[in-house]
T-cell receptor, first 117, second 111 residues
Framework: GAGVSQSPSNKVTEKGKDVELRCDPI?????LYWYRQSLGQGLEFLIY????????KSGLPSDRFSAERTGGSVSTLTIQRTQQEDSAVYLC???????????????FGPGTRLTVL | QKEVEQNSGPLSVPEGAIASLNCTYS??????FFWYRQYSGKSPELIMS????GDKEDGRFTAQLNKASQYVSLLIRDSQPSDSATYLC???????????FGGGTRVLVKP
């Protein structure tokens, strides 16, 4: 079946502009995660959605970052007033559930490379 | 102290040898443990998952978990140049709602 898809694959924007990044999870996966990976660094958790529960926003670095998940499927990560330090690869992942042997295995999309000039 | 720690490497191994990667974690209540492989410019792909103490083998890969000592390791047998990548250790903590990743270990397999 289809994996996690993300769009756009690359985004170049000017400092101060807003950007929207999209994630389509694997069909049937109730949990969706956003991570950020700066050049040569590990993955930084941003936000997590599980079904209809309130999202875990504990990883969002500032109030310029927000995300929503419509209809329990597609998610959009929005960065307002982008800064150069926002440049990174933004990765989305999905899993069947948030916990439980095997069900919490996360599968990653190809990522969106964001460059803020 | 980071929640999940890995040696950043690079870990250089000759082709055909065993590569041994280690990872320690701080949340004693952690339930699930994963190893991901990430090629340069690509997204992480799952190599192994392990949930119980002991060894779990899948092809050339063996994951080892010791919850008492709070470490998880990955062995790559008969290493191939195609195994050259960054290996990420990830832990699903007691809260069970997100993975915490280590910084990754870069592995170089030399022909």
């Amino acid at each position: 079946g289809a994996g996690v898809s993300q769009s756009p694959s690359n985004k170049v924007t000017e400092k101060g502009k807003d950007v929207e990044l999209r994630c389509d999870p694997i069909s049937g996966h109730t949990a969706l995660y956003w991570y950020r990976q700066s050049l040569g660094q590990g993955l930084e958790f941003l936000i997590y959605f599980q079904g209809n529960s309130a999202p875990d926003k504990s990883g969002l670095p500032s109030d310029r970052f927000s995300a929503e998940r419509t209809g329990g499927s597609v998610s959009t990560l929005t960065i307002q007033r982008t800064q150069q330090e926002d440049s990174a690869v933004y990765l989305c992942a999905s899993s069947l559930a948030s916990s439980g042997g095997g069900a919490d295995t996360q599968y990653f999309g190809p990522g969106t490379r964001l460059t803020v000039l | 102290q980071k929640e999940v720690e890995q040696n950043s490497g690079p870990l250089s191994v000759p082709e055909g040898a065993i590569a041994s990667l280690n990872c320690t974690y701080s949340d004693r209540g952690s339930q699930s443990f994963f190893w991901y492989r990430q090629y340069s410019g690509k997204s992480p792909e799952l190599i192994m998952s392990i949930y119980s103490n002991g060894d779990k083998e899948d092809g050339r890969f063996t994951a080892q978990l010791n919850k008492a000592s709070q470490y998880v390791s990955l062995l790559i047998r008969d290493s191939q140049p195609s195994d050259s990548a960054t290996y990420l250790c990830a832990v699903n903590g007691a809260a069970g709602n997100k993975l915490t990743f280590g910084g990754g270990t870069r592995v170089l397999v030399k022909p």
